[in-house]
């Protein structure tokens, strides 16, 4: 049997985790001083999983050619998969699974829409665990950014990418809690981590989610 190529990242964890990032490929988190031949054994178990997994990314990384805002095209709300149907009404508005778009809208006037919708989210959210986490930040921004999903300044700015409205309403409450949890830990250490849990405890899978999602930024 071949062996599945995999990039190794040590660190003073306990236990071996596997993950399959956006570009398909094995990643192994392992202890400092785990050997090799251990890795490679559960890698060899795991091995079903992984082929799986890898399979689902790089199928949905196939179907993502360019999104024109078109009859028929799929686009992320919340989560939730809808279908395009251009008619002549004024406002962008979801019916079952069809996403309702005014027949003249460009895709930046829908790009404006969906940034517009991520700020109400947003600001609920942060306002909504800033409370319960008794965390004072000083402002709260959407971003276009396409490669991180949020960031908190020096003097606890809060930033957050509009695109996050395609994700489902549990991924950016993680997000908001990550960013909240870096007014109190500046780092990404076990402290910081510890916080995050505390008020988001499956914050592992929400990172998972983007992770295998980070596709996402690029259709819009
Ligand atoms: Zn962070």
Redesign the pocket.
Known sequence: MNEIPYEIIRSNRKTLALTIDSEARLIVRAPMQLGEDVIRDFIKKKSRWISDKQRYVRDFASKQSEFLLEDGENVLYLGKSYTVLRKDVQEVSTVGSFLIVPKNMTLEGYADWMKIQCDNIIRERVAHFANLMDAKYSSVKMSNAKRRW???GARNTLNFAWRLVMCPQWVIDYVVV??L??ITYK??SAR?WARVATFMPNYREARDWLRLNRRIMEVI
């Open positions: 949020g960031s908190c990550h960013e949890s870096h780092d990404h910081f």
